[in-house]
């Protein structure tokens, strides 16, 4: 009897992170068309969720929502979860003592970033506290735990005992993920100038961003603003040498608006150096859009040499040089990186470390 690997899909009723929900998803249709010979894959969800992922075999569906199954199992209650093979695409996993030499019971999980540690005042304190406990229950009951970078595994060393069990698997950009035919109109609704770069980092690190735009001589466009931020990052941009009205504060986005506006940048410039899988640079590489990024250890892993990463004093003259003379080629390169990252390589590896275990 072939094995059977279930999957936790928290987030398709209640959206908590939106990249981890979307991630979620794609890697699961990459279990399923990965899936070796016998094997098939289950999924757990709350209750209320629905799922229409072809091929997927069992649907457990909880007797608790999203929001009372997180406190449940910070706890360690996890009734009606059952044991096996699982897997959990975010931090949000079932964790309780299992047997995983005579009953084959083994759970995994995937841990994206590390902002509850490095950056917690981005945060919510309950966030905080919430992932802080998951991962202490990880450290106790997880039989591996997924990070994207090499970067990202060595800090998680340094915070939690967790030895040979930290392993690395990359994510990638949303299935999919192109310029939409209508990506003019959707700039358009959005009130975008024509020419910009996009910023993506956090209220500490906007400012050399925002002086890379003054440098290439264009508006800046700031994504995944949270809400009620917008006059305080227009203020950031403005004590940057760039005036407020250059600076566009958006939102969080649909992958069809952030395909649209990051495919007509002239750069996209990352800023935050925590240890994170860089989303939106990924994003940006798949593209094709010139990438500058702050000097980082996550970065180096996953742009690689897809982009220019820089120190962060040297960042506005890499984004005026991005937008100028290198931008051709630097398109190249981020095209080219970009081609390393699938959810279907990544679903391999997520089998390939059951399998190990």
Not at 157 to 172: M, P, Q, T
Request: proline share 6%; hydrophobic share 50%; with cysteine.
């Amino acid at each position: 009897m072939g094995a059977r690997l279930r999957v936790v899909l928290d987030q398709l009723v209640h959206v908590v992170e939106p990249d981890h929900a979307a991630a979620a998803v794609d890697l699961t249709f990459g279990l399923v068309a990965t899936a070796p010979s016998g094997c098939s894959v289950d999924a757990i969800v709350p209750a209320g969720a629905e799922l229409t992922i072809p091929g997927i075999g069992e649907v457990r569906t909880l007797s608790l929502a999203r929001r009372e199954l997180a406190a449940s199992w910070q706890m360690g209650f996890t009734p009606g979860v059952g044991g096996g093979l699982i897997h959990a695409p975010s931090i949000m996993a079932p964790l309780v003592r299992h047997d995983r030499v005579h009953d084959n019971d083994q759970t995994t999980l995937t841990l994206w970033d590390l902002y509850a540690w490095e950056t917690p005042d981005v945060m919510s304190k309950t966030s905080v506290a919430w992932q802080r406990g998951m991962l202490r229950r990880a450290v106790k009951h997880a039989d591996a735990v997924v990070v994207p970078s090499h970067a990202i595994a060595g800090r998680l060393s340094e915070l939690a005992k967790l030895g040979d069990r930290i392993r690395v698997i990359a994510g990638a950009a949303p299935t999919g993920f192109v310029a939409p035919a209508d990506a003019s109109e959707r700039r358009a609704a959005l009130s975008l100038p024509e020419r910009y770069v996009v910023v993506a980092g956090s209220a500490a690190t906007l400012t050399e961003g925002f002086r890379g735009a003054v440098a290439a001589g264009v508006d800046a466009v700031v994504v995944d603003a949270p809400e009620g931020t917008e006059p305080q990052w227009a203020e950031i941009a403005s004590a940057a040498g760039l005036p407020e009205r250059r600076a566009h504060i958006r939102g969080v986005l649909s992958p069809q608006d952030r395909a649209a506006v990051l495919a007509g940048a002239e750069v996209f410039v990352a800023t935050n150096p925590v240890a994170a899988w860089p989303w939106r640079a990924v994003e940006a590489m798949s593209v094709g859009v010139p990438v500058v990024a702050v000097d980082s250890g996550a970065h180096h892993d996953v742009i690689a040499d897809g982009g220019r990463i820089v120190q962060s004093g040297e960042l506005a003259d890499a984004v005026a040089d991005a937008a100028g003379p290198a931008r051709d080629r630097l398109r190249v390169l981020a095209a080219d990186r970009s081609r390393s990252f699938s959810w279907a390589s990544s679903a391999e590896r997520v089998w390939g470390l059951h399998a190990d275990l």
